[in-house]
């Protein structure tokens, strides 16, 4: 059966901090990562990971896989209160339909 | 437009009624998805249709009917739902089936 696990499943840090969300993932058939961060309703986006090695950024965050040792990371750096949220991750097998499976999510919460 | 848009963003029903959530988007994605999240909890898939067709049913409940009138729209019946079921319903497209999903603010529902 697929699986993720995130760790820590939650994180208080000060404005300013760096954090690293981790993300273990048992999957047939890998094809894809994907970060999402869901505030109050819906998931928003953050990015998609299928090779090894290769870091994706967009602004103050960052992520990386790591296809050998099956896991992902997720940075953030120089923390805002605007970056509270769920982060989730989730990994895709290939079967034909983009079927994803959560993990239970890192609760981050920045205090000012 | 480029979002995912559900209505009502809230819902509360008895278990005799009959309901029905709506998602709509007008991406061009041919693939939409619903998922059911409960609180403190990851989504879980429900259904996935591609090309307006049914393709991954993950042994939901009869209780729960979804319909895919057209590429834009996705609607989600619900009848004689359980307090159980209570949760957050998230509906999600993609450009295609293997595409990143992009989900919908969704649809809080209390069953009572």
């Known amino acids: 059966e697929d699986k993720v696990v995130q760790s820590p499943l939650s994180l208080v840090v000060h404005e300013g901090d760096t954090v690293t969300l981790n993300c273990s993932y048992e999957?047939?058939?890998?094809?894809?990562l994907l970060w999402y961060k869901q505030e109050k309703k819906a998931p928003t986006f953050l990015f998609m990971l299928t090779s090894s090695g290769i870091e994706k950024k967009s602004g103050r965050l960052s992520s990386i896989l790591d296809k050998k040792e099956l896991f992902s990371i997720l940075n953030i750096t120089a923390t805002q209160t605007g970056d509270s949220a769920i982060y989730l991750c989730a990994v895709e097998g290939n079967t034909g339909f983009q079927k994803l499976v959560f993990g239970t999510g890192t609760r981050l919460l920045v205090s000012p | 437009d480029t979002e995912v848009t559900q209505t009502p963003k809230h819902l509360v029903m008895g278990m005799t009624n009959k309901k029905s959530l709506k998602c709509e988007q007008h991406?061009?994605?041919?693939?939409m998805y619903w998922y059911k999240q409960k609180a403190k909890k990851p989504p879980e898939l429900m259904f996935v249709y591609s090309y307006e067709k049914l393709s991954i049913n993950e042994s939901v409940p009869s209780r729960f009917s979804p319909e895919c009138p057209n590429s834009s729209l996705l609607n989600l019946h619900l009848h004689a739902l359980q307090p159980e079921d209570s949760a957050l319903y998230l509906c999600?497209?993609?450009?295609?089936?293997?595409?990143?999903?992009?989900f919908g603010p969704g649809t809080r529902l209390t069953v009572l």
């Open positions: 999957v047939t058939n890998f094809r894809s």
């Open positions: 999600a497209s993609s450009q295609d089936p293997q595409g990143t999903q992009y």
């Open positions: 991406m061009g994605h041919r693939a």
